[in-house]
């Protein structure tokens, strides 16, 4: 079964910027769209960024957009967040999520979209 395998958490302060990736096990693998969601602890887990795999037309939540940027590379069948100026309220665990079935119109910012999840890496931000 693919997994999808995130990379690029750590420990940043205030201002400053990570990237994370997220990439297929397997390089056949096909999705329509891929995503980044969120879960800060005593929260439910949010959505935050998504590329179509084919047009790479990207969708972000409010309160990223300007800050973080989503992009992929389909030869390496992986995805990128670049986190630029983060904020403490960015802390989290960061979940790759991917859908592998066609769809019609926008994609929905929610869990149930996508049918294949990462085992999430942690982003804390410092103030």
């Known amino acids: 079964q693919v997994q999808l395998v995130e990379s690029g958490g750590g420990l940043v302060q205030a201002g400053g910027s990570l990237r994370l990736s997220c990439a297929a096990s397997e390089r056949t693998f096909t999705n329509t769209i891929r995503g980044w969601f969120r879960q800060a602890p005593g929260k439910e887990r949010e959505f935050v960024a998504a590329?179509?795999?084919?047009?790479?037309?990207?969708y972000y939540v409010d309160s990223v957009k300007g800050r973080f940027t989503i992009s992929k590379d389909s030869a390496q069948n992986t995805m990128y967040l670049q986190m630029n100026l983060l904020k403490p309220e960015d802390t989290a665990v960061y979940y790759c999520?991917?859908?592998?079935?066609?769809?019609?119109?926008?994609?929905?910012?929610?869990?149930?979209?996508?049918?294949?999840w990462g085992q999430g890496t942690q982003v804390t931000v410092s103030s």
């Open positions: 999520a991917a859908r592998s079935t066609g769809y019609f119109g926008s994609p929905a910012p929610v869990r149930s979209f996508y049918d294949v």
């Open positions: 590329i179509r795999w084919r047009g790479s037309e990207p």
